[in-house]
């Protein structure tokens, strides 16, 4: 089995760059499903319901549908460890965050019978709740769907 | 203040992106001190030592100044949650890592006062200890040095 | 010394057990003091208070006495370390449990200087703050009292 | 949707109970796929590889699929989160365990389109590495297949 | 390099002797910057703005510096861990805390080029929201500056 | 009920600071049970060892008594939470410790119903596996017994 499709990586950068250097990209992101989005927030639950909402919206994910609700809800949880680095909290802890994010599905393996698996991934700031008393943060987490 | 030179986002696609896909932000890169490596472990404590070690031979950091091994080790660690999200152990939980590394110093604010900051961005996979049941995982730790 | 009566055990059959299946632990169960209670909620101090008042009010710990408040707490936590599966938080991370819950307090151990021990567990579901987008989950606690 | 077959209950009852106390759910346990397994150890890595390989050769999960043997690793993290509550560490915080397991698929939702999850979990003792000082501990992990 | 000032301990002591008891450290208190307080909250980001605004007011920390922001609120966090143990959360696990702290600033090591290091250090109690039940706690945070 | 006598502040204090230093402290530490030791690890079972054999050698707890090496462990274990901030790994995380430390035992509330509880603190230095590489730490942990 070999990983064909670095759907995590595609997720990476469309959270990251600017428009201008996602055009390098933009060949095999068209062969993706995803979407992004924007939140700021000192409210984990605002940061989790911003990608859900995004993804839903979308047609990324079905929304009535549990099962891939769930697969993402833990790709988010998973991406927000990497945004928080060890207590998923924000407002509690005195911070707040700016994020951009991004959601992709598909197929990142070879073998057809791995099926479908969804990235999500944060990139932005977090830091104090004064502007500009920040550093970047960035976050990944991906799950079969 | 203003967050000026994202070394985070920089040091992110030093880690992800291949030598073709890097000439884009090679002009930015110039003016940042940085370096890359390659690290494959179950163990996390290798994983820690090869970004150090790395970053120590390419004069990243000082060599026998705590100062510097103390910021950069907080950074490594960070990035290291985003790539174990959750619990920063890889053989005791019968996994293992496929990691690319890089390690950013610059100035990111504009505010001279700010001083220099460190980044250790992480990019690779994570899984079973049998090729090929891996997944992506990334990680970016920040901190002022 | 050896495990002689698993308060843990009965703790987990009285919160996942209906009436009629817990009728063939019945003989077993009438040797120790126990009580049981429900709690739904996305606010985790909702459920902590809900099984201490129960235990309170049924006599199962002291009302003013810190030392068995003490060990209850913990074996609380400790249930929810089970129920939450790696960060304590409910709503915080936009989720709801909808749960039922046992306190038993009992000598597990033969050798009468063990003393007694509480238990706490916790059974039902876990999910998105949608009725029916949940699964079950599970925990117990155990604590020398 | 509703949840209708607590695939999640039958797995902590398979882990917990014994033969003759089983014989109550055996027309539901008819109806599910499930293995059952023992491991002692103070080292995680062999009671994940204990779970998985118990799985496999039952044929609850596919060997060579990555996708179940994905979904499969985190039900067992999950379920292993309770064990420990907290840590998930046993040998390195001078712990022993003594569990039981189960391994539990099936569709758990009245909704077809839910599909299969999947439920690991363990019941059991965890403690100091003597025999007798040790209490009764259990876990549920869940995830979708 | 040798450790020389211990900042650790003058700022445990400064957090947990009384004026009396402190008599016997002035002596060595008297070369370094440091500033001590109180807070009493459910609300862990009170206890983290308490210490905050003492170290800018008494300028331990210029206020609108992120880099020595950063410092000081990573010490923090790391001296709650320690008064936490295990979840940084007060109310939300419904416990509440009554706390003295001391931020102190100084050159722990012989060697010059080490340069400054700030330690921050708690020590009151923690428990139920109940006067009374709750017993003693302690943590101790420290960084370079 | 009130906190009359504190054993925490007491294990701190004995773990932290020296002969002479202690001089001061003599009076109210004739009155407790305690004992003092050192430990110098990358390896965490170790300094769990170190304060059990310590604590039983010196008859602070009942050697084939199962209840207080369960009361011990677990106050162990929160002084350790507060030495290693955030993840209770030492040689896995690259990192090294040098700890004297303190248990003590005794009633630290007016109320006699409220028994004999049981302080663990930890101080020393933790950092890199290279000597002065390392900063101060410190961890308190408590518990009834």
Same mark, same amino acid.
């Given at each position: ?96 965050? /700016?994020?951009?994010? !991004?959601? *992709?599905? %598909?197929?990142?393996? &070879?073998?057809?019978?791995? @099926? ?7 990139? /932005?700031?977090?830091? !104090?709740? *004064?502007? %500009?008393?920040?550093? &970047?943060?960035?976050?990944? @987490?991906?799950?079969?769907?």
């Amino acid at each position: 089995m070999t990983l064909q499709t670095p759907i995590g990586k595609y997720a990476i950068l469309l959270a990251s760059l600017d428009e201008a250097e996602l055009e390098l990209f933009k060949p095999a992101l068209q062969e993706l499903s995803y979407c992004q989005g924007r939140v700021g927030s000192m409210n984990m639950q605002k940061v989790i319901a911003a990608a859900e909402t995004a993804a839903k919206r979308n047609g990324i994910i079905k929304d009535q549908c549990y099962r891939e609700t769930h697969a993402l809800y833990h790709a988010v949880l998973e991406g927000i460890e990497g945004v928080t680095r060890g207590q998923p909290s924000i407002g509690e802890m005195s911070r707040t965050v /700016g994020l951009r994010f !991004a959601i *992709v599905r %598909g197929k990142p393996y &070879e073998d057809e019978s791995e @099926g479908e698996w969804i990235a999500a991934a944060f990139y /932005g700031t977090i830091g !104090a709740p *004064v502007k %500009g008393l920040e550093h &970047e943060t960035t976050g990944l @987490g991906i799950n079969h769907i």
